[in-house]
T-cell receptor, first 115, second 110 residues
Framework: DAGVIQSPRHEVTEMGQEVTLRCKPI?????LFWYRQTMMRGLELLIY????????DSGMPEDRFSAKMPNASFSTLKIQPSEPRDSAVYFC?????????????FGPGTRLTVL | AQRVTQPEKLLSVFKGAPVELKCNYS??????LFWYVQYSRQRLQLLLR??SRESIKGFTADLNKGETSFHLKKPFAQEEDSAMYYC????????????FGTGTRLTIIP
């Protein structure tokens, strides 16, 4: 198993452009999480899904951010329009409700730079 | 609301010296506490969880409910311990959501 897969690994874009980050969770996992990592704020939970349904999106910073999970093997995080302050590393993680104490498995992250 | 505080963003320790990474939490119920670690060019991964009372790579962490702390300790630091460490909290059993602290970057000086 390749673990959680994220693409792209690096994204450089200009302010105002739309950015789409992608995630494929581990097969069989029914929870998916999107996090943002910055030096100042550490690791912040943006949104998470259970069985493809968004459960808690209280961490989504503003309406420019949206996330979808159309099926059990794919999720997207979209930023439109992007701003320089969105520059960060975005992680996707997954877990199973049957996992021992819900250990989360992380992807390699997408490093986003907005110029 | 649940909150995790890691007061040190950076910590440097000499090889062979003891290590302590501080973590304090705020939660009204019965929390589950974890330490996650991110080594250079590797994925963030679980290091240990308080419920297991385990020692991983020489690290231990004791949950102190009176002080609401979950400090990570190791008696003798090794160079391979250099990494980013995150303390995390999960609410009552069955709640999969994790709240992370801001992280501590540990550097072991040879």
């Amino acid at each position: 198993d390749a673990g959680v897969i994220q693409s792209p690994r690096h994204e450089v874009t200009e302010m105002g452009q739309e950015v789409t980050l992608r995630c494929k969770p581990i097969s069989g996992h029914d929870y998916l999480f999107w996090y943002r990592q910055t030096m100042m704020r550490g690791l912040e939970l943006l949104i998470y899904f259970n069985n493809n349904v968004p459960i808690d999106d209280s961490g989504m910073p503003e309406d420019r951010f949206s996330a979808k999970m159309p099926n059990a093997s794919f999720s997207t995080l979209k930023i439109q329009p992007s701003e320089p302050r969105d520059s960060a590393v975005y992680f996707c993680a997954s877990t199973s409700s049957g996992a021992f104490y819900n250990e989360q498995f992380f992807g390699p992250g997408t490093r986003l730079t907005v110029l | 609301a649940q909150r995790v505080t890691q007061p040190e963003k950076l910590l440097s320790v000499f090889k062979g010296a003891p290590v302590e990474l501080k973590c304090n939490y705020s939660y009204s119920g019965s929390p589950e506490l974890f330490w996650y670690v991110q080594y250079s060019r590797q994925r963030l991964q679980l290091l240990l969880r308080h419920i297991s009372r385990e020692s991983i790579k020489g690290f231990t962490a004791d949950l102190n409910k009176g002080e609401t702390s979950f400090h990570l300790k190791k008696p003798f630091a090794q160079e391979e311990d250099s990494a980013m460490y995150y303390c995390a909290l999960s609410g009552d059993f069955g709640n999969e959501k994790l709240t992370f602290g801001t992280g501590t970057r540990l550097t072991i000086i040879p």
